[in-house]
């Protein structure tokens, strides 16, 4: 039987996209805005997280609408969600205020806080 699931968690592990790979997580990891990726690579979800507060908090003085994402996108509990394992209504739930940040950030893109607000979203949400 040992062999059997061993078999089962090394199928499952070659096609996985979630947290069961890990090489891929460390590469998808490496996937930044701002930085090289063996400096991505070494940065922690804290030092990620801190980088975007700054910018949000900057485009938050420049636009008010922005604050309806303090709760959700940028808050402490956003450092914990993973989005491959969450519900399929939260999952969705999700996707929908990533996508209306992403439209309402659209025009600041070229502004350094849009950029590292963005980067928590690539690398937290992916």
């Known amino acids: ?39 991505a690579a070494a940065q922690d979800t804290d030092t990620i997280f801190s980088i975007a507060i700054e910018g949000f908090r900057e485009l938050c003085q420049l636009d008010r609408r922005f604050l309806l994402y303090e709760k959700g996108l940028f808050s402490e509990h956003s450092k ?32 350094q806080p849009a950029l590292r607000a963005l980067e928590w979203l690539v690398r937290q949400f992916r």
């Open 1 to 39: 039987m040992a062999s059997n699931l061993a078999a089962q968690l090394s199928a499952i592990a070659a096609t996985s996209t979630n947290t069961l790979n890990t090489q891929k997580l460390r590469s998808i990891h490496a996937i930044s805005l701002l930085f090289p990726p063996e400096v």
């Open 80 to 111: 914990n969600v993973d989005r491959f394992v969450l519900p399929q209504a939260s999952a969705e739930s999700l996707s929908k205020s990533i996508d209306g940040f992403l439209q309402l950030l659209c025009g600041r893109m070229l502004l």
